[in-house]
């Protein structure tokens, strides 16, 4: 359940207004936050207005125009209009942005969080990797193994593969690393 | 209402003005809150053209992977399809858009996909032949994201910060679309006698496609700062389809480049005969009514 946050009359419209924000949830993965997720990534007052900025994770996000709907609507009621949501591409979103918290949300919920997204010499071709032996073992989130098998590289949603656990053969989902 | 009853689903239903689903006034605009001015020293028009070009390669090509749908052996490689070609059409979403804000006479994604003619569209023709099988699905996949990652990846550094930023997020997406063509074209090319002998003969035809995509044009050439060129990915590309036909057992087609119609291709709005249906199942619903929302 989520609890929406009350504005605190004592604190800093715009501290207020930051909270709101990053208590919204992400409409596909509804257990962890826009700032868990590391999507939210600035909420300023220029000229008296809120300006609330996300970044897609995967250029086709369809969820994009929700999140900003949910964000105006939340804003709205904790006594901020208008909004105004921005989109920033650059730099592009890396799952190395999902906080510690939104790591453990995930795991509680079953879904393996990513490791670190891999780095990039921005000089030389991208290298084609080929093959499941290359993949660093992704733990199942339900028993702790680390005996599993990709089953798939996309799952329901861009931003997931799906594996299965060697160990206790359930499927689950894991957060790709980009 | 309140805030925990309020849900995403209860949002899309309400009727407002800049909420509705599919084509139309509703979708909100890629670029919104971005800088969209063009910098100094290159031509708007040049760079319209240039976003064109590259946005039109991934919409196309995104439909010709949608026509997959209820058609892949198995659920996985359909979801797998799926996010493919959702990456490539949020790709060209944002091309079109750049494309529009360059050209700087209005139009946006909409206008752009649905209402120009045959001949203003500027993709390669790789990206709308039909395939005839599954082994030339995934062989058009590995040639298309490889030179594709390619170029995105010369464009990060391009003088446009719009195109910059958004080949830095499509290079992360087509790493993926990549490694899961080549490990197909693997698995088919290793595979029996039958799905090597498919993959073979998918390679065989899609090949003479493969050259205009290291073709350099006139639009390109003037803009050195911005665009890549396209001969230069030939080295890259090449090397990528050496190593995954040798893992698969493939050999290398020798095969002409498909002919140019009086020295045009698709990059100069010449297209295949196939191209006229899929724009007419791409555009006939927003064409027969424009405007109309559900």
């Known amino acids: 359940m989520v609890t929406a946050i009350r504005p605190d009359p004592a604190a800093p419209a715009l501290e207020v207004a930051r909270e709101v924000a990053a208590s919204v949830p992400d409409p596909e993965l509804p257990m962890v936050t826009l700032a868990d997720l590391g999507i939210l990534r600035d909420v300023t007052a220029e000229d008296g207005q809120l300006v609330v900025t996300i970044t897609p994770t995967y250029s086709g996000c369809p969820a994009l125009r929700e999140i900003a709907q949910d964000l105006r609507h939340r804003l709205s009621q904790a006594g901020f209009a208008p909004v105004t949501v921005r989109t920033a591409l650059a730099p592009a979103w890396t799952s190395d942005w999902i906080t510690p918290a939104g790591r453990r949300k995930l795991q509680a919920a079953g879904i393996a969080p990513p490791h670190p997204a891999p780095a990039r010499d921005r000089q030389a071709p991208v290298p084609l990797i080929l093959g499941t032996t290359r993949r660093l073992p992704v733990a199942c989130p339900r028993c702790g193994s680390p005996a599993t098998t990709q089953t798939a590289a996309f799952s329901a949603t861009a931003c997931k593969a799906l594996y299965r656990c060697d160990a206790c053969r359930e499927p689950f989902e894991y957060v790709k690393d980009i | ?294």
Not at chain 2, 54 to 72: C, E, F, N, P, V
Not at chain 2, 106 to 129: C, I, K, P, S
Not at chain 2, 151 to 178: C, N
């Open chain 2, 1 to 294: 209402m309140t805030d925990d009853e309020f849900t995403v689903y209860q949002g899309l239903a309400q009727d407002t003005e800049d909420h509705r689903w599919a084509f139309g006034t509703g979708f909100t605009d890629p670029l919104e809150g971005i800088d969209t001015s063009v910098a100094d020293g290159v031509d708007p028009a040049a760079l319209a053209t240039y976003c064109l070009m590259l946005g039109d390669d991934a919409l196309i090509y995104s439909h010709r992977l949608q026509q997959w749908m209820t058609r892949m052996p198995e659920l996985e490689e359909e979801t797998a399809l799926a996010n493919i070609a959702l990456d490539l059409l949020g790709q060209a979403r944002m091309l079109l858009a750049r494309a529009g804000r360059a050209e700087g006479a209005g139009r946006q994604e909409d206008q752009l996909a649905f209402f120009r003619d045959e001949n203003e569209f500027r993709n390669v023709r790789l990206a709308e032949t039909i395939d005839a099988d599954f082994a030339e699905l995934t062989g058009r996949l590995l040639i298309f994201s490889a030179w594709r990652l390619a170029l995105f990846s010369q464009l990060t550094g391009s003088a446009d910060p719009v195109l910059a930023a958004i080949a830095a997020k499509g290079v992360k997406e087509l790493t993926y679309h990549r490694e899961y063509a080549a490990e197909w074209v693997i698995r088919l090319g290793d595979g029996t006698a039958l799905s090597h002998a498919k993959m073979q003969a998918a390679l065989e035809a899609i090949w003479p496609l493969a050259d205009e995509l290291f073709r350099t044009d006139a639009v390109i050439r003037t803009l050195p700062a911005v665009a890549a060129d396209p001969a230069t990915l030939r080295g890259e590309v090449d090397e990528v389809l050496r190593t995954v036909l040798a893992a698969a057992g493939l050999d290398r087609p020798d095969r002409a480049p498909m002919a140019a119609v009086a020295g045009q291709t698709g990059r100069d709005g010449v297209h295949t005969e196939a191209f006229g249906y899929l724009l007419a199942e791409l555009q006939s619903v927003a064409r027969a009514h424009p405007d109309a929302t559900w």
